[in-house]
């Protein structure tokens, strides 16, 4: 009712505003390019109940997206060495890479390259029973790593797999977690990445942690035998204080309100 109302009102007062807009999308959607998306949207203009703003915006948004043009996608591997008393302690993930180039989006804002990574995080038993968790969250991109100072549009067009592995700055640390109790999300805590020791006791320190892109496999199970409740808290969308987040805190001195499981595991597309 509130979409309806603003509708009415915008076609009221700028009726020749639309007017011409609507000229614009019949021009855009008659070329030869556009058959199907014209199709489409006729289809959809036909049938829905929605105002005309509505269908508006939806247009630009399919038009917008109809401009992408190009899609790479890569494996890469994470690995994380740990010093311990123990001696030097090694894990790593491979994860799913996806670059989505926009250059030709029909809305100049919307120009440019996005990317996204999905997988497990690192997980590396310091000590028995207690875990250092490398996580998603905060974690670089492989063109910053592998390829600092090249735009992503242009690196992955020169990028080659398998690659050598190369250190990750420690500015560029990805956020590192541990748990009071593996099977109590809601102990979730922060660890300070230049103060392992703090944690996990004299002589527990980051080694290197490095970024490569990779032929092998994703990683995909290694995380849940070790914390069995991530995939209900996936499924329901669960933040790690076991409520589903409506308004997120933007700031709050238990981490378990401000972290999901996606830290630790996110689907692959």
């Known amino acids: ?30 070329s030869h390019s556009m058959v199907l998306v014209r199709s489409f949207l006729a289809r959809v203009i036909a049938k829905t109940p929605f105002p005309r703003t509505v ?8 038009l917008n997206l109809c401009g992408a043009q190009k899609t ?26 996806h670059l989505h180039d926009h250059s030709d ?5 919307a120009r440019g390259a996005s990317t996204s990574v999905r997988g497990e995080g690192v997980a590396i038993e310091v000590t028995p029973g207690r875990y250092l968790f490398v996580t998603q969250t905060e974690l670089p991109s492989i063109f ?23 250190p990750v700055p420690p500015d560029l640390y990805p956020m590192m977690m ?10 979730v805590r922060r660890v300070d990445p230049n103060n392992l020791e703090a ?10 942690i490095e970024l490569s892109l990779t032929d092998e496999p994703i990683t995909d199970g290694a995380m849940i035998k070790i914390l069995p409740w991530l995939d ?19 700031r709050s001195e238990n981490l378990a309100d401000l972290i999901s499981a996606d830290s630790f595991k996110t689907e692959v597309q």
């Not at 989006?105 to 804002?109: E, F, I, Q, R, V």
């Not at 944690?199 to 290197?208: D, H, L, M, S, T």
């Not at 499924?235 to 997120?248: D, Q, V």
């Open 144 to 166: 910053q790593v592998l390829f600092p100072g090249v735009s992503p549009l242009e690196a992955v067009k020169v990028m080659e797999s398998p690659s050598e592995a190369k």
């Open 1 to 30: 009712m509130i979409l309806g109302g603003i509708g009415e009102r915008l076609l009221k007062h700028g009726s020749a505003f639309f007017r011409q807009i609507h000229k614009v999308l019949r021009a855009v959607l008659t």
């Open 55 to 62: 269908l508006f915006l939806f247009c630009l948004v399919m």
């Open 72 to 97: 790479w996608t890569w494996h890469q591997k994470l690995s994380v060495t740990v010093i311990t008393p123990d001696g030097p302690k090694t894990s790593s993930s491979v994860l799913w890479g």
């Open 232 to 250: 209900e808290y996936r499924e329901n969308a669960w933040h790690l204080n076991g409520t589903k987040c409506i308004t997120c805190p933007v």
């Open 105 to 109: 989006a029909w809305l100049p804002d």
């Open 199 to 208: 944690e996990f006791g004299p002589g527990v320190k980051i080694q290197v």
């Open 178 to 187: 541990t748990f009071g109790r593996l099977d109590d999300p809601a102990s």
